[in-house]
């Protein structure tokens, strides 16, 4: 059974960082695309990026390109969402999800899920 756990949320000011982690189990994930969506209060969670697990390609929502970076070790089995130059519309619940298909906005696995919180 897939097992993701995030890790890395936190209060940070507008202008600011925040890694998340988020660390999979449960299987071999060379096949999946992993990746990680978020849900503001009021709002449909919506995609903000995905890597392929195997060859590190990647996508970006057009709200985050330029200032959020997703990335995997595969040694660790854990992927991560560097985000950079914080915004307070970055305020969310983010989720980190799997998909055995290796799809792009779709996923099938899903974690608990880290709040970021950015203040103006």
């Known amino acids: 059974q897939v097992q993701l756990v995030e890790s890395g949320g936190g209060l940070v000011q507008a202008g600011g960082s925040l890694r998340l982690s988020c660390a999979a189990s449960?299987?071999?994930?060379?096949?999946?695309?992993m990746g990680w969506f978020r849900q503001a209060p009021g709002k449909e969670r919506e995609f903000v990026a995905t890597i392929k697990w195997s060859g590190g390609s990647t996508w970006y929502a057009d709200s985050v390109k330029g200032r959020f970076t997703i990335s995997r070790d595969n040694a660790k089995n854990t992927v991560y969402l560097q985000m950079n130059s914080l915004k307070p519309e970055d305020t969310a619940i983010y989720y980190c999800?799997?998909?055995?298909?290796?799809?792009?906005?779709?996923?099938?696995?899903w974690g608990q899920g880290t709040q970021v919180t950015v203040s103006s």
């Open positions: 449960g299987r071999t994930f060379s096949s999946y695309s």
């Open positions: 999800s799997a998909d055995p298909l290796g799809r792009i906005y779709t996923h099938k696995h």
